[in-house]
Each structure stands twice: as C-alpha cells, then as structure tokens.
C-alpha cells in the first residue's frame, strides 16, 4: 500500500463497504438498531503491508464484523474522483467508511458526503491537537484523523559536520549553505515536491505560512493571499531556482522523485514527509546513517509546516455506521496506532507515543515531528478545495519556472482564488 501522508500520491485510502442499509431519516451520527455487520475495506496499495496483520486482530475480534480489504487506484487524484463519483449516487453508494486526505473533510463534509460524528464516541483527547482541527468543518466534528504528517527538512549530517555548521533555521542560513557547501561535495543544493500537483501546493502553503501569511479564510469564503507574507514565501522559491541552489529538475520532483534524489547522494537538503527519513535511512541507500532532520526552517527561525496525513470518515449513505464508528475506534486505539507507526512507518495521532522511549530509539525523529505537528497548520480549507488546488499549483509553478514574478503571481493568485470563493 503506498502512504505518503499528505498530500499527492500515496494516499492510504479506506472505504468500508457495508451489506445492510439504514432505515430512511436515520440522523448523521446516530447508528440505527442493526447498525453492525461485515466491512469491506478498500485501500490504496500498502507499500509495507501492515494493513493486512491489523484488519486480521479486528476480524478475530469481531467475527460478525469481519473486514475484507479491496483496493482503489494509487494515485490520490484518481482515488478522490472514484470516491466523489460513487458517494454523489447516494443511497446506491457503496462507500460506508473513507478515509480520506486531511485536505478532503471540508469538501466531503460540505457536500453532504460524510456525516458528523459524536465527539465523545473517540479519544480525541489523547491526539495531537492539531491534527484534531483537520477533521471538523464548520464547527462539528465530521471524520477522525486516523495518520498525522508533518513536512521535515532533512539533511547531510555527514556533509554539514566537516564544514562544521548546524542545520539551517532560516530560509537565508538554508540558501547560504545550498549556494556554497553543496557544489563542493558535488551536490544539488535544496529540493521539495515542485511539479504542479498537490506536493507543489503543500509546498508553496509552507512557505506563505512560514513568512507570517496565509491563503484563504472563513472556510474558504474569504481570500487572504494578497499580502508581502505570500510574495516573500513564493519570493523565496522563485529565487532558489534562479540564483541555482533549487535545481530546475527539482521542478518535475514528486515525493517519489525528490527522495530518491536525497537518497542516492545527490542532494545537501530535502523537504518531505517522515517516511522519506525511514527510506533513505534504510538499506540500499548511498546515504543511510548520515541523515539528519529539522523543522523547516522560517524567514527568521523555524517555519511552519503543512499537516499531512488522513481522516476516518463515515459515508452519509452508511448501512452500518454503527460498525463503521466501531471499526474507526479500533483503528484509531494506542495498540493500532503504535503498529501504524511500527509496521507501516506512518505518524500516528496519538501523542504518548512521541515520547515513548522504545519508539524514538527506533524512529529518532519522533521528538523533531512532534515539534513540528504541534506548529503545523491545515492547507486552505474550502468546499471547493481541488480547484483551489489546482489554481496555487498552476500559479506558483509559473514563478518558480520564471514564466511570472513572484508579485504578479500573488496578485494573479488573489484574482484566480476569488473566482472560485465566489461561486
């Protein structure tokens, strides 16, 4: 099953197949009598495997709930188009229970796909709080974040330590060491996910947030990029790719693409998700044993990060949410979450296990993720979120390509995000 929390490619999906139906007028939240029966539980592919051992504890435990799991395309994009095609034919949907891109709940749940849920059925208390924000809308509660992410800047511990400097905490302490340290040891400098797809728009979000800015407001309803925070972020990547220390190639990098770049020796810094930290610290990496991690850096310290990661949510149309609430819990409980962490290599929502000392021994850059969690925020939430997406994408593509500047792609940005908002 591929995972890679936030954004893009790689999304773990979810989505439980339920044989019963729910009595007409049932109220979103409220199981009916005979809420419970079998589950199917679709995934996107599960590149380690940990899904299958999981599901096989849930079935033995419940035998009259047993989960059969089915898979839906890798790719994000296309596993939100099945999912949005299937949920908009209502009663003959045959999504019960989604798990879904944080990006995903206003959306769904503004469309009337998911239902709310009751705070006090999930131990939302014992998460890390900010991935909790992710899963309402409009002040209810209408999924439960099941995996966290949180972008990290990894690094060349081995590289850094014979020019005896720290790891960057500013955006200029990063452009400095990117320009000059890099090409002695014949490296490419810095790279994200900047080919335009939802990678670029985790990326560019980053950085507007990290200068002090922001991209939308009031759920989406209120357009706030136009301001000198957006154009020094995106300022900020335009530059790297013109003053060299972002290589052009850098602008056609995925997850995929940008990891294997850091992985195979030929980068001095990268920004992705933790699992890229676990994959190049792994065998058969030219690096492994010389990586280090940080939080982003900022314009003045540390950045802010995007929240990665995805929601459990409940379809409208569920013929057994009582099951569908249960199976959630199960997934959602610390002996689950410490497996998701354990065998899939994904960041759990629970907040003890950050500072389990067996766990940071094994995964040590647990502490710098928690940091970077609790000073993360969610991408712009709005009802139209893919086409706001697609419009940052585009845009900040453009700047860093050199086809805009930076001030004009702001202003461009502001213009092309009011036309959605106001639709």
Known sequence: MRWIHAAGRG???????????????AQAGEPPAGG????????????????GPLLEGWNRAHPGERVTLVELPDSADETRAQM?????????????????DVNWTSEFAAAGWIRPLPRDRFPLKTFLQPV?????????????????????????KDVLAKEGVEPPRTWAELARY?????????????????????GLTVNAAEAVYSAGGSILGDEGERVTVDSAAAREGIGYLARGVREGWIPRQALTYKEEESKQAFQDGRLLFLRNWPYAYVGA???????????????????????????????????????????????IAYLTSEHVQRQVLTRGALPPVRADLYADPELVRRFPYLPTLRQSVLAAEPRPKSPRYDQVSLVVQAVVHDAMAGRQTPEAAVRRLARELALISNR
């Open 11 to 25: 999304l773990l999906v979810l989505v439980v197949v339920l044989t019963g139906y729910v009595a007409a007028g």
């Open 36 to 51: 419970r029966g079998p589950l199917t539980l679709a995934t996107a592919g599960d590149l380690t495997g940990y899904l």
């Open 84 to 100: 949005a095609t299937d949920l908009r034919d209502g009663d003959r949907s045959r999504f019960d229970v989604l798990n879904i």
């Open 132 to 156: 909790v924000d992710t899963a309402t809308y409009d002040g209810q509660l209408y999924a439960v974040p099941y995996v966290t992410n949180a972008g990290l800047l990894l690094y060349r």
């Open 178 to 198: 990117a320009k000059t340290i890099a090409p002695k040891y014949g490296l490419d400098g810095y790279a994200g996910q900047f080919l335009p797809y939802e």
């Open 281 to 327: 610290s792994g065998p058969g990496s030219k690096v492994a044993g010389e990586v280090g991690a940080v939080p982003l850096p900022g314009p003045d310290g540390p950045g802010t990060s995007v929240l990665g990661g995805s929601n459990l949510a409940v379809s409208a149309h569920a013929r057994h949410p009582d099951s569908a609430a249960r199976l």
